[in-house]
Nanobody, 125 residues
């Protein structure tokens, strides 16, 4: 079991920055993949980035490459998402999620077993 809690969302102007945190608890955290997904109103949940907690492998969606950075602090069981150069189209509810490292595709939300409650990110133009 993994429990996840996001924080750090808010309202920011275009070009600004936010840092999201995903605090995890549970025995299986170290063997997990942590992914960030986002969902805008009327749209499907989409992959943003993932990190393999143990090995550190990272993959970003093309839409956020060069602007977003994921990192982890294994001692704190926390994953961070630094978001820079934010655009209005980044507006969404952001979720962190966890899955076992050896199961399924990292970009497909259906393979993630555990989800946080989500945090709203709003970017004004």
């Amino acid at each position: 079991q993994v429990q996840l809690a996001e924080s750090g969302g808010g309202l920011v102007q275009a070009g600004g920055s936010l840092r999201l945190s995903c605090a995890a608890s549970g025995r299986t955290f170290s063997s997990s993949v942590i992914g960030w997904f986002r969902q805008a109103p009327g749209k499907n949940r989409e992959f943003v980035v993932r990190i393999n907690v143990l090995g550190g492998t990272i993959n970003y969606a093309e839409s956020v490459k060069g602007r977003f950075t994921i990192s982890r602090d294994n001692a704190k069981n926390t994953v961070y998402l630094q978001m820079n150069s934010l655009k209005p189209e980044d507006t969404a509810v952001y979720y962190c999620a966890a899955k076992s490292a050896n199961i399924g595709s990292y970009y497909d939300p259906t393979y993630y077993n555990y989800w946080g409650q989500g945090t709203q990110v709003t970017v004004s133009s």
